[in-house]
């Protein structure tokens, strides 16, 4: 007999409850049949679904909860997938392409290439030589392919990240009301666990498209650049913005003139955050089929291969420090280049 | 004898009289991280618990993890569902005398496949073979579904698809991140009836709710499977795959301290097509691993009443 019987039978609900159908029954009830044992009051269950479900069949267990919401996604995953899926297409050709670039390009053109890109980023040769040297270590031992692979894939996640989260960051810092309703948002995004939001994508879209990673990395990684555009637009003086306005421009110039370069250190210290955390995703877009450093870390942890697990780590660690030194260094120079 | 195993040891003593059999201790058995290792480690626990007055432990684990533990600190003292292809530890510390094997987890042991839709044979009875695969590989959508990076089959079929020139022949070998993603990608090919080709290995729920055709590879041959297996060994042939060893082990110490226990160990096996069918059962019904064990002590009474003695069945008369 389960504990809440007495509410539907003093109720005269005890039809509507129906016959007991399903098959599971878990170890508890087992054990408890045989001893035949009334609980307690002190072990008296909390109300809950399930142990309602046991007094009456007709309420439905926790169980049914999950399957319904996973019943009512497989019911508008069709039509989802329609609009989604052109949506994001182009997401799977940039990756693609971005791969197939980074690989067939040969090294000795690459490496001088990405050179080329930090001196112009940075104008600093001492930082040309510290990337040259990390770049050339990962090349001596044999990692220099997946390391090109995740840097594809971060330069084309980063890249839609910016894209999408400045403007999304200069809409917000323009209007309070659209502010209250993204914040939101955004805090679920850093909150929620990667995993959550793979489940999804993966009933979506099919398994082997690189926009699953892509998407999965994008969402969490946009998060940054939205919020420091957001805040260095509100954060711009309130003299200059007044001297702006005697000056009788218009919104339009404002925002570029005046608003957007005097924002402009925040919103690369937010670039230089979405990039370190595109980074950070890497060994979990890995599960969902990206290639690349991740990959290797996997393989570590799955077999416990200490040394691969850590010469993959230290590889993924000497791709953020270059990253990080490179965005910092073109931050460093928008800043005095602003004074 | 280390400190711990002292303390362990003082525990045990203490636990003693509490127990219905005076002379079952302490028992830690570690469960893998997937639905038929759990529903073997909880059958276990309910036997030792309920049957033998064991007081049982599980430890969440899985393969490597509790390999590793057994070789660091000989512990846990059960590993239920050790497929011995994914922990080479298992070998070395068998030769030791370290570790013994208690039993297969399966009858006949774990099966691997190529695999492709039933609805697709049907159509294109040719697809049942290797051979006709790659003679059509756009039947089948272009794809071979392969293994993550770190699982033993990934060197397998990296050698087969080299052996059959899939890519020269017009098939993608694509790499999935994870098992999940796999079996995932299967159960929504099949779901939306779309061309599928992929390897994947049983008892589980994926081959217990749909009916796929195992595609035939060609012969077993050992020596050429050997080669296969080894990323070291370059000549690799065709050969079909061998059924692959369970086993569930446990530790030497163990086996002496606990010899009634390890005789029940000993006689735990499950056949092939009761765990594929309760592992389908399993997924259909969104039921837990806990629920799942109940269903097989109540269903498939007449398999586990041969693995424990007259003595344990009366202790658990009056259950089912």
């Known amino acids: ?339 | 004898m280390n400190k711990q195993s002292l303390y362990a040891l003082a525990l045990t003593g203490a636990m003693l009289p509490m127990a219905a059999n005076a002379d079952c201790g302490e028992v830690s058995i570690a469960e893998m991280d997937w639905v038929s290792g759990g529903i073997n480690a909880g059958v276990m626990e309910f036997l030792l618990t309920q049957g033998y007055g064991c007081d049982v432990t599980i430890v969440p684990s899985s393969t490597t993890t509790s390999i590793a533990s057994v070789a660091e600190n000989n512990e846990p003292d059960v590993i239920a569902e050790l497929w011995v292809n994914s922990a080479p530890a298992y070998n070395d510390l068998a030769d030791q005398g370290r570790v013994v094997k208690a039993s297969d987890a399966f009858s006949e042991g774990a099966t691997e496949h190529w695999l492709v839709p039933s609805y697709l044979v049907e159509e294109h009875p040719e697809l049942a073979t290797a051979e006709g695969i790659m003679n059509n590989p756009e039947l089948v959508g272009g794809r071979f579904h392969s293994c993550p990076d770190g699982w033993g089959c990934r060197f397998v079929n990296d050698s087969l698809s080299a052996a059959f020139d899939m890519e020269g022949n017009g098939l993608e070998v694509f790499h999935h991140g994870s098992g999940e993603t796999m079996g995932a990608a299967m159960v929504a090919a099949y779901e939306n009836r779309e061309p599928h080709f992929t390897y994947w290995y049983g008892p589980t729920s994926e081959l217990g709710s749909y009916d796929w055709v195992d595609v035939e590879i060609g012969p077993y041959d050992a020596d050429v499977h050997a080669c296969n297996q080894d990323p070291e060994c370059a000549e690799n042939g065709i050969s079909g795959f061998p059924a692959a060893p369970v086993v569930n082990v446990v530790t030497t110490d163990f086996a002496e301290r606990e010899p009634e226990a390890f005789d029940l160990i000993s006689n735990v096996t499950f056949p092939n097509e009761a765990m594929a069918s309760l592992m389908a059962w399993h997924s259909e019904n969104q039921a837990t691993i806990d629920e799942a064990v109940v269903r097989f002590l109540q269903t498939e009474q007449d398999v586990w009443s041969n693995w424990v003695t007259d003595e344990a069945m009366a202790n658990l008369e009056g259950l089912f």
């Not at chain 1, 949506?87 to 050179?115: E, H, K, R």
Request: hydrophobic fraction near 55%.
């Open chain 1, 1 to 339: 007999m389960a504990t809440y019987d007495f509410i539907f039978d003093g109720l005269g609900l005890r039809g509507w409850c129906g016959e007991k159908t399903n098959a599971t029954m878990s170890m508890e009830d087992l054990l408890k049949a045989r001893s035949g044992e009334t609980t307690s009051l002190w072990d008296t269950p909390f109300p809950s679904l399930d142990n309602l479900h046991d007094a009456c069949p007709a309420i439905a267990q926790t169980r049914g909860l999950t399957g319904g919401l996973e019943n009512g996604f497989l019911a508008v995953k069709d039509s989802l997938k329609v609009v989604l899926d052109p949506i994001t297409q182009p997401l799977s050709w940039f990756l693609n392409g971005a791969l197939s670039m980074f690989q067939t390009v040969p090294w000795w053109i690459m490496i001088p290439a990405l050179l080329a890109v930090v001196f112009v980023a940075s104008k600093s040769w001492r930082l040309v030589a510290l990337v040259a040297s990390f770049i050339l270590f990962l090349a001596f031992i044999d990692h220099y392919e997946h390391a090109m692979q995740t840097l594809a894939i971060i330069f084309v996640c980063s890249f839609i990240c910016v894209l999408l989260g400045v403007p999304i960051g200069i809409a917000m810092s323009r209007s309070d009301g659209l502010q209250r309703g993204i914040i939101p948002i955004l805090d679920m995004l850093q909150t929620l666990p990667p995993f959550v939001y793979l489940i999804p994508l993966i009933f979506l879209f099919s398994v082997t498209e690189p926009k699953l990673y892509g998407i999965a990395i994008i969402l969490y990684a946009i998060v940054p650049v939205i919020r420091l555009t957001n805040l260095g637009i509100r954060l711009v003086d309130k003299d200059v913005i007044e001297a702006a306005d005697a000056f009788g421009m218009t919104d339009r110039q404002k925002l570029y003139g005046v608003q957007v370069p005097l924002a402009l250190p925040n919103i690369m210290a937010g670039v230089n955050q979405t990039i370190m955390m595109s980074l950070a995703m890497v060994v979990i877009a890995s599960l969902v089929s990206a290639p690349g450093l991740g990959v290797l870390v996997l393989r570590g942890i799955r077999n416990l291969e200490l040394g691969v697990g850590l010469i993959s780590g230290l590889g993924i660690v000497l791709l953020a420090i270059i990253l990080d030194r490179v965005t910092k260094a073109a931050l460093a120079r928008v800043n005095t280049s602003g004074q």
